[in-house]
């Protein structure tokens, strides 16, 4: 079976300040990991995803993700925070070969305080 | 590129009364479409699977006479909510994509039924 946790149900950070939004996942086999991002009252629109290549992955707007296998992790980061930032965050992952749809992270709440 | 549309953005409607909402992938061309539903503050809950040309696969408790869905193209799949009723109020969001790779989502579609 796969899944997929987001720890943090909301999380704040100031302007300017790098934020991290935390992802953990659980597959048998090799993981494809996605991070998506929803603004209120619309779809969620693709910020990058890590198949396989560097642990690092670079997406759009600035976020950058790190694939740690050891750590079954997938962690979204940003260098520094913008108000516009703020959004809801999903971590999805689907396993490798696997006929599985994704599945999704409840969701991370990300607010960026002016 | 990968831009996908969805209609209408949002729609009312009276109970026992059907409701279709159209999904489309304008730049690519789509091998499999996903259908979504979404409660407030809620992660994605998968409803069912589409695949162009074929029955569409619904995820266990969906009902599949109710939830109708049609992937008649490439670039379009449709979902019906026949004879709708004040509980299937929720928020629909369908995502696309090529070969089983990144899913791309649609702006979504709220639906109301008084």
């Known amino acids: 079976a796969q899944s997929v946790a987001q720890p943090e149900d909301q999380v704040n950070v100031a302007e300017g300040n790098p934020l991290t939004v935390k992802c953990t996942y659980s597959v048998s086999g090799n993981p494809y990991l996605f991070w998506y991002v929803q603004y209120p009252n619309r779809g969620l629109q693709f910020l990058l995803k890590y198949i396989t290549g560097d642990n690092l992955v670079k997406g759009s707007y600035g976020f950058e993700a790190e694939f740690n296998k050891s750590q079954t992790s997938f962690h979204l980061k940003k260098p520094s925070a913008l108000v516009s930032d703020s959004a809801l965050y999903f971590c999805?992952?689907?396993?490798?070969?696997?006929?599985?749809?994704?599945?999704f992270g409840s969701g991370t709440q990300l607010t960026v305080l002016p | 590129g990968a831009v996908v549309s969805q209609h209408p953005s949002w729609v009312i409607c009276k109970s026992g009364t059907s409701v279709k909402i159209e999904c489309r992938s304008l730049d690519f061309q789509a091998t499999t479409m996903f259908w979504y539903r979404q409660f407030p503050k809620q992660s994605l809950m998968l409803m069912a699977t589409?695949?162009?040309?074929?029955?569409?696969?619904?995820e266990q408790g969906v009902e599949k006479d109710k939830f109708l869905i049609n992937h008649a193209s490439l670039t379009l799949s449709t979902l019906t909510v026949t004879s709708a009723h004040p509980e299937d109020s929720s928020f629909y969001i369908c995502s696309a994509s090529w070969r089983q790779e990144t899913q791309y989502f649609g702006p979504g579609t709220r639906l109301l039924v008084l």
């Open positions: 999805a992952v689907r396993e490798e070969g696997s006929a599985r749809q994704l599945t």
């Open positions: 589409s695949n162009e040309g074929s029955k569409a696969t619904y």
